[in-house]
T-cell receptor
């Protein structure tokens, strides 16, 4: 089982550029979420989804968009990258609620210059 | 507003001894608590959890204790092994799909 797969692993963007971070899971989980990890801050929830076609905002949603057209995929879009979005991004999926035991991807390290 | 706090950024223990990692929270609505372990260049992996209706949960070498009146939980690892060296995150939730994480404690277990 691949679990949760994130691509790319590393990315450098220029300010103002857009990009999509990909996330796919093969565990048939209904719940998926995106977090960012910054030094001294732990992980913070950006957006989450409780099923295909349903998304909602987390703690730090500004500057990010998500969609959930299938159970497997949950991409995160940065519409106009800013240096403040330099971070490590983790996608997670869970069998139960978003705030229960989650399986995380390996992360995407994003640098915005 | 950091609702979950891990005040010790790092902890070093000798192999075979007990490791105690601490976590404090401020939101009295939190009713479910989790610990995750993270190795470098990997995503966090779930370790153990506890519901607010319990004060202790044990899984092999790992035990989590919850003190609701003090809004404090701790993770005990006995005996500690070098492979336990990682960053440990405490997380808490209140049933609204919003999980809050602490900043993490880096545990080093020396052989």
């Amino acid at each position: 089982n691949a679990g949760v797969t994130q691509t790319p692993k590393f990315q450098v963007l220029k300010t103002g550029q857009s990009m999509t971070l990909q996330c796919a899971q093969d565990m048939n989980h209904e719940y998926m979420s995106w977090y960012r990890q910054d030094p001294g801050m732990g992980l913070r929830l950006i957006h989450y989804s409780v099923g295909a076609g349903i998304t909602d905002q987390g703690e730090v949603p500004n500057g990010y968009n998500v969609s959930r057209s299938t159970t497997e995929d949950f991409p995160l879009r940065l519409l106009s990258a800013a240096p403040s979005q330099t971070s490590v991004y983790f996608c997670a999926s869970s069998y139960g609620r978003v705030d229960t035991e989650a399986f995380f991807g390996q992360g995407t390290r994003l640098t915005v210059v | 507003d950091q609702q979950v706090k891990q005040n010790s950024p790092s902890l070093s223990v000798q192999e075979g001894r007990i490791s105690i990692l601490n976590c404090d929270y401020t939101n009295s609505m939190f009713d479910y608590f989790l610990w995750y372990k993270k190795y470098p260049a990997e995503g966090p992996t779930f370790l153990i959890s506890i519901s607010s209706i319990k004060d202790k949960n044990e899984d092999g070498r790992f035990t989590v204790f919850l003190n609701k009146s003090a809004k404090h939980l701790s993770l005990h690892i006995v005996p500690s092994q070098p492979g336990d060296s990682a960053v440990y995150f405490c997380a808490a939730s209140g049933g609204n799909n919003d999980m809050r994480f602490g900043a993490g404690t880096r545990l080093t277990v020396k052989p």
